[in-house]
């Protein structure tokens, strides 16, 4: 059974940084890309950013390009999120999600997602 | 304001048939493959279409999907009050070269 979980979210001061983890089982990680996606709260599902299977092909949403960075410890079966330089508009549920195959990033499997807080 | 428009609500009353439309361009939805997600009440989204009509092991053939040209459609038959609930759309854009949803439509059965 495919299991995502997200921890690392919290309140954090406009201007500060987080680091996001989801930790993945029940596949074989290093297969698979991996996305991160926020729902700020009431509001729609927003794609943030994707990364295949080796960890060598990114890809970011603009809202978030040069702020965050997505990685992946493939030996660990987790993936990351480094985001600074926060906002007040980055407060949002984040949720981690498994691509369909290595180099997809197209969606079939959600964690359930980890609260950030941007706010002084 | 998304990339991918859907109509932000539906209704249908038990045992009805809705569809839900999702319209895009040829960079998106004309040239990938549209999946559907559907969201309950504080819970995480789950698959429920994938690659335009398929649907994942454990979905009901209730539901079901098509595309064609830039745009794509959810239906859903025989509706019941569990399908209450948030339904997204989504395909890859080339052109921004990044993953887009659309805005979401609440299903609400009556």
């Known amino acids: 059974e495919v299991q995502l979980l997200e921890s690392g979210g919290g309140l954090v001061q406009p201007g500060g940084s987080l680091r996001l983890s989801c930790a993945a089982s029940?596949?074989?990680?290093?297969?698979?890309?991996m996305n991160w996606v926020r729902q700020a709260p009431r509001k729609g599902l927003q794609w943030i950013s994707s990364i295949d299977g080796s960890g060598t092909g990114t890809y970011y949403a603009d809202s978030v390009k040069g702020r965050f960075t997505i990685s992946r410890a493939n030996s660990k079966n987790t993936l990351y999120l480094q985001m600074d330089s926060l906002r007040v508009e980055d407060t949002a549920m984040y949720y981690c999600a498994k691509g369909e195959s290595v180099d997809s990033g197209d969606i079939d499997y959600w964690g359930q997602g980890t609260l950030v807080t941007v706010s002084s | 304001q998304s990339v991918l428009t859907q109509p932000p609500s539906a209704s249908g009353t038990p045992g009805q048939r809705v569809t839900i439309s999702c319209s895009g361009s040829g960079s998106n939805i004309g040239s990938y493959n549209v999946y559907w997600y559907q969201q309950l009440p504080g819970t995480a989204p789950k698959l429920l279409i994938y690659r335009n009509n398929q649907r994942p092991s454990g979905v009901p053939d209730r539901f079901s999907g098509s595309k064609s040209g830039t745009s794509a459609s959810l239906a859903i038959s025989g509706l019941r009050s569990e399908d209450e609930a948030d339904y997204y759309c989504a395909s890859w854009d080339g052109s921004l070269s990044g993953r887009v949803f659309g805005g979401g439509t609440k299903l609400t059965v009556l």
């Open positions: 029940g596949f074989t990680f290093s297969s698979y890309a």
